[in-house]
């Protein structure tokens, strides 16, 4: 079974960066689809961006041109790159799979983490 730990929050002025880490354990991550998803108070939670275990990334149009999603296999790390970041990018931002050794992402998996907080001050 996969464990994810977030990390890599924080509070931010507008028009900064973060970059935002989640790192698995248990498994093969290397086959795995990964995604960051976000929730703000009162909001629903949404999809932000997505990352195929070969590569191939897609993005809330919210966010394209401003956020990367990003994975280093042999470090079992999926990363997002925020900037010009924005007060209504504040939320909890969570990473998620299915790990399913498909390698596309189909949708929302059963795996979460537990959240990291992200804050963008005006």
């Known amino acids: 079974q996969v464990q994810l730990v977030e990390s890599g929050g924080g509070l931010v002025q507008a028009g900064g960066s973060l970059r935002l880490s989640c790192t698995a354990s248990g498994g093969t991550f290397s086959i795995n689809a990964m995604g960051w998803y976000r929730q703000a108070p009162g909001k629903q939670r949404e999809l932000v961006a997505a990352?195929?275990?070969?590569?191939?990334?897609s993005y809330a149009d919210s966010v394209k041109g401003r956020f990367t999603i990003s994975r280093i296999n042999i470090k079992r790390t999926v990363y997002l790159q925020m900037n010009s970041l924005k007060p209504e990018d504040t939320a909890v931002y969570y990473c998620n799979t299915k790990w399913d050794g498909s390698g596309r992402w189909t949708g929302t998996g059963d795996y979460w983490g537990q959240g990291t907080q992200v804050t963008v001050s005006s």
């Open positions: 990352i195929a275990s070969f590569g191939g990334t």
